[in-house]
């Protein structure tokens, strides 16, 4: 389950982000929680590209980060 619907795992790693409180009898409260697209306003680099002419260019196949962004050691090497 991703963002609400059942969707084929076709990536190692998923985007998201979790927030957790601890109150003062030691329960664990899950107080936010992202996935997906709804947590552009915590990658800083989206803010500068989204001033830029052509904004994010996520012009492939799934029109999101992960058409253009690469873990360090799976760029082509020119």
């Known amino acids: 389950m991703f963002n609400f619907e059942e969707v084929a ?3 190692r790693d998923r985007a998201g982000a979790t927030v957790f409180y601890k ?3 030691g329960e664990i409260y899950c ?3 992202v996935r ?4 552009e306003n915590l990658i800083g680099t989206y803010s500068y590209l989204d001033l830029t002419p052509l904004g994010r260019n996520e ?3 799934s029109h999101t980060l ?3 962004v ?3 050691d799976e760029y082509d090497a020119r």
Do not use: E, K, S
């Open 23 to 25: 109150d003062g009898d």
């Open 66 to 68: 992960g058409d253009w």
């Open 59 to 61: 012009n492939g196949p």
């Open 31 to 33: 107080t936010f929680q």
């Open 9 to 11: 795992m076709t990536g």
């Open 36 to 39: 997906g697209r709804g947590g």
């Open 70 to 72: 690469r873990l360090h």
